[in-house]
């Protein structure tokens, strides 16, 4: 069954510093994966997604992802951060055609520090 | 013109108490979905509808009941509130079953049960 690690409940970074969230999947199958970003009292919006195409992704605000199969990862970033980037933020799975579900990642909060 | 809509945004009620939240999305897709986010910010998916078919059912209490009057449309009632059951509640939508298809999420509903 697959499932999602997000290493950090909080990440705290100062505008214009490097944003690293980091995401690890666990999946028998090659997976689809996904960031969505929640803004406070908002629903979820996709930040960009991984679905077996280049390996380096680029979602939208600047933000993008590596898809790194030996470590299975996909680490979200973005070299500078904004004040308006602080959220909550989710890695998702699914198990390519296998399954129709998205299992998610128990969030990670970014902080900015003006 | 928003793209998937929920009513109510807010519902406080007693235990005890039936309601019922209603979800909408004027996207054309086929695929619609239920989500509990606890109060840790924890996201599982709880049903999924594919035309008006009941296609996920994950291990969800017997009160809750979803039902597709047709494809734009996802509701869920909920019989007997529990404590427990406070949470915020997440319609979605996608334009298939498809597992590298983007979900397109509603603002949420937050139910708090006193």
């Known amino acids: 069954a697959q499932s999602v690690t997000q290493l950090g409940s909080h990440v705290s970074v100062s505008e214009g510093a490097l944003v690293l969230l980091r995401c690890n999947y666990s999946s028998s199958v090659p997976p689809y994966l996904f960031w969505y970003v929640q803004y406070p009292n908002q629903g979820l919006q996709l930040l960009l997604k991984?679905?077996?195409?280049?390996?380096l992704v680029k979602g939208i605000n600047g933000f993008e992802a590596e898809f790194k199969k030996s470590e299975t990862s996909f680490h979200l970033t973005k070299p500078s951060a904004h004040m308006s980037d602080a959220a909550e933020y989710f890695c998702a799975v699914s198990e390519g055609d296998s399954s129709y579900k998205l299992i998610f990642g128990s969030g990670t909060r970014l902080l900015v520090r003006p | 013109d928003t793209a998937v809509s929920q009513t109510p945004k807010y519902l406080v009620t007693q235990m005890g108490n039936d309601k019922s939240i209603k979800c909408e999305q004027n996207?054309?897709?086929?695929?619609m979905y239920w989500y509990k986010q606890d109060s840790k910010k924890f996201l599982k998916i709880m049903f999924s509808y594919n035309n008006k078919e009941l296609i996920i059912n994950e291990t969800v209490p017997n009160r809750f009941s979803p039902k597709s009057p047709d494809k734009a449309h996802l509701n869920l009632h909920i019989n007997s509130l529990e404590l427990g059951d406070s949470a915020v509640y997440f319609c979605?939508?996608?334009?298939?079953?498809?597992?590298?298809?983007?979900?397109?999420f509603g603002p949420g509903t937050r139910l708090t049960v006193l």
């Open positions: 991984y679905t077996s195409a280049a390996t």
């Open positions: 996207l054309g897709h086929d695929t």
């Open positions: 979605a939508s996608s334009p298939s079953t498809s597992s590298y298809n983007e979900q397109f």
